[in-house]
């Protein structure tokens, strides 16, 4: 795998919160998606999609499976009925590296945690790992699923 070290600039993003079962993640991205098209917010360069996970669903219960699934916004979100909050993904330096294929098991998420990480010299940040969904919407095939993964490091002067 193409592991590169980057600096990852501070994003303001738009959240649904999802808290529990994995199978049950489509019903909050059905409400990111319904906030998009109604904030005509199509995906783009300006309005990226991101998912920061904050525990593997493998290694914990379904109810505590907790991610954030997030769009990229320019302007601070008002109230709505969507349930779509204001954060922000701070400014990082991250191991990044793709992973191309579908996004129901990320091997390259496991690849930077499992293998490179301890080989790497590098120390985590205290930021979950992240991931970048470069392609999305329902006219993409699994096979054509491109994922970008970005595993927060801790600065060299840290």
């Known amino acids: 795998m193409n592991i590169e070290i980057v ?6 993003i738009a959240v ?5 079962a994995p199978e049950k ?5 059905k409400k990111l998606v319904a906030w998009r098209m109604a904030n005509k917010l199509p995906p783009s360069d300006l309005h990226k999609s991101y998912g920061i996970h904050y525990n593997d669903p493998n290694q914990v219960s379904s109810s505590e499976y907790r991610i954030d699934l997030c769009v ?7 109230a709505n009925s969507f349930g779509v909050v204001n954060k922000t993904i701070p400014a990082l330096r991250c191991a ?5 294929g579908s996004r129901e098991n990320v091997t390259a998420a496991r690849y930077l945690y499992d293998e490179w990480l301890a080989s790497s010299g590098e120390q985590l940040a205290e930021f979950p ?4 969904y470069v392609n999305v919407g329902p006219h993409v095939q699994e096979s054509d699923m491109i994922t970008d993964v970005y595993l927060p490091l801790l600065n060299n002067l840290d």
């Open 16 to 20: 649904v919160e999802h808290f529990g």
């Open 96 to 100: 990044k590296v793709r992973h191309l």
């Open 72 to 78: 990229s916004v320019l302007q601070e979100v008002s």
């Open 129 to 132: 790992v992240f991931f970048h």
């Open 7 to 12: 600096d990852f600039p501070e994003t303001k």
């Open 25 to 29: 993640e489509y019903e909050s991205v």
